[in-house]
């Protein structure tokens, strides 16, 4: 059973950097046919995807966010990473890792993790 | 890269059948099979119920089901239970190997 855990601060200030990190357990990123991505939930609305990357390091974005996004890895520690940067309080939201499968389709989620950006 | 289009809400009494429509374009819904639903309850994270148009998860109710037709996809649940009310969200692969999300439809169990 994949379980996964966001962490980091729930707290941001505006035009600063947001950064999480996703840890896995039950699986394994240096592992083929699957995505790890983030995505996130602004309060009361709707799911946004931000992004995913690949066990070999390719990753892939939103282009709405206009390149503020990177995603990286550390296999070592079984782990990814989101730094979100110069962030506004748009960016305010609950945001979830999750595992993609190579069906394209989200299998396993963290219970996901608010960051709320102050002004 | 816009949103796929689902409608904002949707009811139905215990026991009736409802359906979702979730709609885009031959860039993603059209152009692949790689459409997937989600159920989410307030406060908690999406689980995914039909992932591959039509295919369900081991352990997801059979009153779950979904469907294909050119640039839309629809989620029909039969049988309508109060569990079932929720919001749930489609998710499609695109040509630009990105992913896009629906904009979501709120289930009223009435």
């Known amino acids: 059973q994949v379980q996964l855990q966001e962490t980091g601060p729930g707290l941001a200030k505006s035009s600063e950097t947001l950064s999480l990190t996703c840890i896995v357990s039950g699986g394994s990123v240096s592992t083929g046919l699957q995505y790890w991505s983030w995505i996130r939930q602004p309060p009361g609305k709707g799911l946004e995807w931000i992004g995913y990357i690949y066990y070999s390091g390719s990753t892939k974005y939103n282009p709405s966010l206009k390149s503020r996004a990177t995603i990286s890895q550390d296999k070592s520690k079984n782990q990814f990473s989101l730094n979100l940067r110069y962030v506004t309080a748009a960016d305010t939201a609950v945001y979830f890792c999750?595992?993609?499968?190579?069906?394209?389709?989200?299998?396993?989620w963290g219970q996901g993790k608010l960051v709320t950006v102050s002004t | 890269q816009s949103a796929l289009t689902q409608p904002a809400s949707v009811s139905g009494s215990p026991g009736q059948s409802i359906t979702i429509s979730c709609t885009g374009t031959?860039?993603?819904?059209?152009?692949?099979?790689?459409v997937s639903w989600y159920q989410q309850h307030p406060g908690k994270a999406p689980k995914v119920i039909i992932h591959d148009v039509n295919d369900r998860p081991s352990g997801v109710s059979n009153r779950f089901s979904g469907s294909k037709s050119g640039n839309t996809a629809s989620l029909t649940i039969s049988g309508l239970q109060a569990e079932d009310e929720a919001n749930y969200y489609c998710i499609s692969y695109t040509s630009g190997d990105t992913l896009l999300f629906g904009t979501g439809t709120k289930v009223t169990v009435l």
């Open positions: 031959s860039s993603d819904i059209g152009g692949f099979d790689y």
């Open positions: 999750a595992r993609m499968t190579d069906s394209f389709h989200y299998d396993y």
